[in-house]
């Protein structure tokens, strides 16, 4: 096997980084892609740090045996907590969707202004966000605000019902008087609910997913390793690690993924 044939190894806690797995199937189509979801174990945002980095490693060792050429950490939580042991254990390249996060948001505001961050409680109160910020464009004013209930709802399928709109309601509505320029999604599964969370911001504030930042950094990644696959029609395989018929159901309603069958790998 070529290694631009190996695939890249994505992986979250459920189906938020299908996002991002999204994104590289549209921007990438000739590569093999490799999904995997810990639905066994999900959220990773109310867990302590030593459990992020416990289960992200077994899940990195696992894709690592895949021989993957890349790997995608499409958790903003195991970004936050888990990057520097994951890449200690890892050797292929691995990518966080923080960066690509931070990146586009400074270049969404090039004058600076007001940002808020949203995410778990667990990459809030890492702060990872706020120090990428800080390094990258100083001149923003950043606020960091936990949505703890965003990630059950999703992975309840309820993105557009009523609690949905409540929830967003409840955590944002207070920042609105705020002068807020720019809201950052920083957890994989709230572009599911990013029509929710706009509405409750107001027309006049930026919504920043970091989904196709981090697709564009892979790209670019693979490019300058010599690793791109420029074939046709690249194979999708889905992992996780409990209640494969639910993640495929969820990820057809949801976003329109047709996972075929989902493999089960137990801990
Ligand atoms: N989607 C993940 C994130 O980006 C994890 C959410 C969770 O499991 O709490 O943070």
């Known amino acids: 096997m070529k290694d631009s044939d190996r695939p890249v190894g994505i992986f979250d806690s459920g189906l938020g980084g299908l996002t991002v797995f999204k994104a590289l199937r549209d921007l990438l189509p000739g590569e093999n892609l490799i999904y995997f979801g810990d639905t066994a174990r ?76 949203t995410g ?19 001149a923003l004013d950043v606020t960091e605000k936990a949505c703890p209930l965003f990630v059950p709802i999703v992975e309840e399928g309820w993105c557009s019902k009523p609690v949905a709109a409540l929830v967003a309601r409840e955590y944002l509505a207070p920042f609105r008087r705020r002068k807020i320029d720019a809201l950052i999604l920083g957890c994989t599964h709230y572009p599911m609910l990013k029509r929710v969370i706009a509405r409750v911001m107001g027309p006049k504030v930026k919504i920043v997913d970091s989904a196709r930042a981090a697709a564009l950094a892979a790209r670019a990644e693979l490019e300058s390793r010599g690793l791109l696959n420029r074939g046709r029609r690249g194979a999708s395989e889905f992992v996780v690690s409990d209640a494969p018929e639910r993640f495929s159901d969820l990820a057809g309603r949801l976003l329109g993924i047709r996972t075929g069958r989902v493999a089960v790998k137990r801990f």
């Open 120 to 138: 778990t409680t667990a990459t809030v109160n890492s702060r990872a966000y706020s120090r990428a910020l800080a390094a990258a464009a100083p």
């Open 42 to 117: 999900v959220p990773y945002g109310t867990k302590s740090a030593q459990a992020v980095i416990s289960f992200s490693s077994e899940i990195t060792r696992f894709l690592l045996e895949r021989r993957i050429k890349l790997l995608i950490v499409a958790c903003n939580t195991a970004s936050s907590l888990a990057l520097d042991e994951i890449r200690k254990i890892s050797p292929v390249p691995v990518m966080g969707v923080i960066k690509p996060g931070v990146d586009a948001a400074a270049a969404a505001l090039p004058h600076g202004g007001r940002v808020l961050v």
